[in-house]
């Protein structure tokens, strides 16, 4: 028997080897059933392709939790005494640091996590700890210049600044559908 393409073959054989793929073991598996074991594979793994649109969504609103609750919940609860006249340059000044931290340490670690297959909540978590410790050093070495003084980093500022990189890195990994079992949602 002829195959389309005028060459004679094993493939001329089977009239639908579009449909079959053989796997190593030697079993024939069709194509849409080869889909699904792969999708579930993926899954279990957590390199699942991610909902570009979810991916949006948390990189836009996480960056914004360390303000609403470290600058306007105390602002409101305080009827805005507790920042003042220096309350839109505090909220200007947070969303500056914390889209920058977001952008320059956040996404290459959500990237990197995601292409070794360890991107869950508690990865990203840690991540997000280490990365706010970091920019919340920054922070208060950028904000000490503004004020003319020198900020000293201690155990305090590090537990602060993990807190506000938790901060983000939760409700992003909760936005993004990023679960502890390594299963993105899409």
Known sequence: ????SGHWGWASIY??????????????????????LHSKAAHATG??????KRLWLASTVAP??????????????TQGQAYGNALPMAIL???????LGTIALGVPQFLM???????????????GAASGVLV???FLYLFGLLLDSQASIGATEILWGAGLG?????????????????KGRS
């Not at 390199?47 to 570009?52: A, F, I, L, T, W």
């Not at 914004?64 to 609860?77: E, H, Q, S, W």
């Open 93 to 99: 000044f947070g969303l500056l640091t914390s889209y």
């Open 1 to 4: 028997m002829k195959a389309p």
């Open 136 to 138: 919340f050093s920054c």
């Open 64 to 77: 914004v939790t360390p303000i609403v609750v470290v600058i306007l919940v105390p602002a409101l609860l």
């Open 113 to 127: 996590l995601q292409r070794f297959g360890r991107l869950n909540l508690t990865a990203l978590s840690l991540a």
């Open 166 to 182: 938790v901060m983000v890195a939760v409700p992003f990994s909760l936005l993004a559908g990023i679960t502890n079992a390594g």
């Open 47 to 52: 390199v699942m392709p991610m909902n570009k």
């Open 15 to 36: 009239p639908n080897t579009a449909e079959i793929i053989h796997t190593i073991a030697g079993t024939a598996t069709s194509f849409p059933s080869r889909l699904r």
